[in-house]
């Protein structure tokens, strides 16, 4: 991961005042086992004119996509910057009104971060575990039971069996809670 790009971002966003959490791998990685990727996503809650400020002052080190995506499970849109010197690219998906997203937002906190050596809010590790399993890709399988194995005693676990719950996801956590070991 090319942290440099990560930390840009995060002080763009910071430097702009635009409330933000930084999710998915990276927040992953942070809570379980740290891998590779070559994007980041962050979570804004950004609207015009606020949103083009904030990619003219990181046109520097990347090209906006023209095309906005919408993220499948919510329907949140999501801009994508790719980097202009690399195949790294960051994920803007913007704050949605999704029940989840809501109490996953007023959860957020602000950490020291050691991978980039840097305050980054972030999710917390339940939320992380219930949209990886919302999502429910095979590395989103494998990032979940990652953070659920090295989180497992601190984890609120009636927190995230109520959203797998309203996700219809309970049985995908069962299968993976029962396979880890809580350490003691």
Not at 11 to 17: C, R, Y
Request: hydrophobic share 40%; net charge negative.
């Amino acid at each position: 991961m090319e942290q440099h790009f990560v930390i840009a971002v995060i002080e763009a966003l910071e430097a702009k005042h635009v409330p933000y959490m930084l999710a998915g791998s990276f927040a992953s990685m942070v809570y379980g086992i740290p891998r590779s990727t070559k994007d980041v996503d962050f979570v804004v809650e950004l609207e015009e004119p606020a949103f083009s400020r904030l990619i003219k002052r990181l046109e520097p080190e990347f090209d906006l996509d023209p095309q906005q995506y919408l993220e499948t499970s919510t329907w949140t849109r999501r801009y994508i910057l790719k980097a202009k010197r690399s195949a790294f690219k960051i994920e803007f998906f913007l704050r949605s009104d999704d029940p989840h997203h809501l109490s996953q937002w007023s959860r957020k906190r602000t950490i020291y971060n050691s991978i980039l050596q840097h305050h980054v809010t972030m999710p917390t590790a339940e939320d992380v575990i219930v949209q990886k399993l919302r999502w429910g890709r095979p590395q989103d399988r494998i990032d979940a039971e990652n953070v659920m194995d090295v989180q497992f005693p601190k984890l609120d676990w009636p927190y995230i069996e109520h959203w797998c719950g309203q996700h219809n996801r309970l049985g995908l956590l069962d299968e993976i809670r029962s396979g880890l070991e809580p350490l003691a």
